[in-house]
């Protein structure tokens, strides 16, 4: 068990979801004031609990082979180290503001790609909605129980390695939910990554963008959501996303629609945290109008 003293306050639910695939996912139970994680580190798996025990203080304890990489990580993940260096909230009053109902929100850092990035490549081109549905049933089908956690107790389970997806046939991801497609692009990305020698294995934070974008059926969007958790990097864009363009344009202007190339120009001023003001507008601000009924979900066949 460690304890951990912290500069900045921070809001564990709101700094922490993007490690949340889904209401359900199996991986991970995030409250306000505690959060416990079965995940993969560099030295094994292991079960992280982390609490908050007064402002500013939390307490951590870890089961398993990468405890004490866990527990040496914490201060990163929880965003501890984040830095607000650069930041100019004062730039645009929207944006002041979203920063002031959100102080504790941090941009927080795993030192790790492999509990990410088959959970983003399986958000590729579909809605929020089927793609935690699809981690939720690989998890549960290819994952394995979390250490410390006895089977039958809990439904905290490990995610499944890259080695043991990247054997997968394209039937089996069928199963999930989960087209061809989509399954031939988390394939090649594990095999590639299968290897421990790999940059990304080795240190998440070298040069993480330029490396996920090596990666095949891995581009920009995909880079910057696994670059922005993986490696704490607050100015990771996701362009490309069907809602974010929009959403941000819509905060920042009033107007209901955007493009990329609007996004980009909207954050500008924020170079170096742009990132950080996506996740801080979307947390704070309403969506943009809807102009069309929901998109309809055609469901794949799982049986």
């Not at 790999?198 to 090596?214: E, F, K, M």
């Not at 100015?235 to 941000?248: L, N, P, R, S, T």
Request: charged letters at 25%.
């Amino acid at each position: 068990m460690r304890t951990f003293d912290v500069a900045l306050p921070i809001d564990l639910r709101r700094s922490l979801a993007p490690l949340v695939a889904s209401q359900r996912d199996p991986t991970i139970r995030l409250r306000p004031d505690r959060f416990v994680r079965a995940s993969r580190t560099p030295d094994g798996p292991v079960t992280l609990e982390v609490r908050t025990v007064a402002e500013r203080r939390f307490e951590a304890t870890a089961t398993g082979p990468g405890g004490d990489w866990a527990l040496a990580n914490v201060p990163s993940l929880l965003g501890a180290d984040d830095d607000l260096t650069g930041f100019a909230a004062g730039t645009d009053p929207t944006v002041a503001r979203a920063h002031r109902l959100r102080p504790g929100l941090r941009m927080i850092r795993t030192g790790s790609v492999d509990d990410l990035l088959v959970a983003t490549i399986l958000a590729q081109r579909v809605t929020a909605r089927e793609a935690g549905a699809a981690w939720t049933r690989m998890v549960t089908a290819w994952g394995e129980p979390a250490p410390g956690v006895s089977p039958g107790t809990s439904r905290l389970r490990l995610p499944p390695s890259f080695d043991a997806i990247a054997s997968r046939p394209s039937w089996q991801f069928h199963r999930l939910g989960v087209e061809r497609s989509r399954a031939q692009r988390i394939v090649a990305a594990c095999r590639t990554l299968s290897d421990d020698t790999h940059p990304l294995r080795a240190d998440a934070g070298q040069d993480t963008y330029a490396c996920l974008q090596r990666l095949p059926g891995v581009g920009p969007w995909t880079a910057a959501l696994v670059a922005r958790t993986a490696a704490g990097d607050a100015d990771a864009v996701e362009v490309g996303d069907f809602h974010v363009k929009h959403h941000i344009t819509y905060a920042l202007t009033g107007a209901a629609r955007g493009s990329d190339e609007r996004l980009l120009e909207l954050l500008a001023p924020f170079a170096g945290h742009r990132g950080r003001v996506v996740r801080l507008l979307t947390s704070v601000m309403r969506r943009a109008p809807a102009f069309a009924a929901r998109r309809r979900i055609v469901p794949i066949d799982t049986r």
